[in-house]
């Protein structure tokens, strides 16, 4: 019985620090992905032709798609970032409709 109760603490306090690294490596991971996130912020500009001119580059829209209400995405050729990606909130309620509906009209397939 005693044996029992040492393995149970000893298993237990091993996984501690071995959870305490894994908890530290998420957070990296996190204030990694924040950083880059930061950096890929920038005006957006899209033309009823597909060019795209996004961070100082030029490019052309190969396939738009509205995932959710929330969430439009970009491919894009000629840019270093293939894939943009547009929230709802990074734009005003009626610049994010115009920009949702645009991409209906221009660039859904019929």
Known sequence: MCVAIFLLFSSSL???????IWCEKLYDE?????????????HFRLSSIGEVYYQQQRGGVIYVRPLTRWLIIFKVE?????????????????????????????????
């Not at 996190?30 to 930061?38: D, H, K, Q, R, T």
């Open 14 to 20: 091993l996984t501690l620090p071995i959870a305490l």
């Open 30 to 42: 996190y204030l990694n992905s924040a950083i880059y996130s930061y950096q890929l912020q920038g």
């Open 78 to 110: 000629g840019l270093s970032h293939r894939w943009i990606i547009v929230w709802r909130d990074s734009l005003s309620e009626r610049h994010y409709r115009h920009l949702k509906m645009f991409t209906y009209l221009y660039f859904s397939p019929r």
